[in-house]
């Protein structure tokens, strides 16, 4: 299996650009999360979906940042207008519903600066 | 609600050395934990994990942890260093609540940033 695969690894756009991020899970996992990773604040859950449907979006900063799943294999997290503090890894991660495991597994993350 | 407490933000040691990071958490439900470990500029790989079977736990690369439910710690050990090693730890925890079903979310402990010197 190829992992969680996510696209681009580094993106560099100005203030005020669209952003889009994309992440294709593991294949048979039902859940997929999305993380941003700061010196800040660490690593925050943004939002999770379980079978393509959005299960808790608390996370999600703002307005600014939306994400969708349109099927199982295949989700993007998108930021409209982009701005200098949203620059930051994000991850996403994705688990089966079976068992007692619940571990995730995440992909190699993509790099987001905005200048 | 839960929390996991990581007590040391770095951790230095010389490569040959024992490694012992630390994990406190605070859970109303019999949590799973788990440690993941993060290179530089990679994303998280799970080490190793624990969901209410053997209390003392083998990872990969050598690292094991013991759960403790006494003192509700989940510290991570490996009898000797190696330079490979040096990385950001992260201990994480998952409620189960008493149905055996899962809230879906992970809390992440701070990270310990362990340092291996030659």
């Known amino acids: 299996d190829a992992g969680v695969i996510q696209s681009p690894r580094h993106e560099v756009t100005e203030m005020g650009q669209e952003v889009t991020l994309r992440c294709k899970p593991i294949?048979?996992?039902?859940?997929l999360f999305w993380y941003r990773q700061t010196m800040m604040r660490g690593l925050e859950l943004l939002i999770y979906?379980?079978?393509?449907?959005?299960?808790?979006d608390s996370g999600m900063p703002e307005d600014r940042f939306s994400a969708k799943m349109p099927n199982a294999s295949f989700s993007t997290l998108k930021i409209q207008p982009s701005e200098p503090r949203d620059s930051a890894v994000y991850f996403c991660?994705?688990?089966?519903?079976?068992?007692?495991?619940?571990?995730?597994?995440f992909g190699p993350g993509t790099r987001l600066t905005v200048t | 609600a839960q929390s996991v407490t990581q007590l040391d933000s770095h951790v230095s040691v010389s490569e040959g050395t024992p490694v012992l990071l630390r994990c406190n958490y605070s859970?109303?439900?019999?949590?799973?934990l788990f440690w993941y470990v993060q290179h530089p500029n990679k994303g998280l790989q799970l080490l190793l994990k624990?969901?209410?079977?053997?209390?003392l736990v083998k990872g990969i690369n050598g690292f094991e942890a013991e759960f403790k439910k006494s003192e509700t710690s989940f510290h991570l050990t490996k009898p000797s260093a190696h330079m490979s090693d040096a990385a950001e730890y992260f201990c994480?925890?998952?409620?189960?609540?008493?149905?055996?079903?899962?809230?879906?979310?992970?809390?992440f402990g701070q990270g310990t940033i362990l340092t291996v010197h030659p």
């Open positions: 624990y969901t209410s079977a053997a209390t």
């Open positions: 979906f379980n079978n393509n449907v959005p299960i808790d």
């Open positions: 294949s048979g996992h039902d859940y």
């Open positions: 991660a994705s688990r089966r519903n079976r068992g007692l495991s619940y571990e995730q597994y």
């Open positions: 994480v925890a998952l409620s189960i609540n008493a149905g055996g079903t899962s809230y879906g979310k992970l809390t």
């Open positions: 859970s109303s439900y019999s949590p799973s």
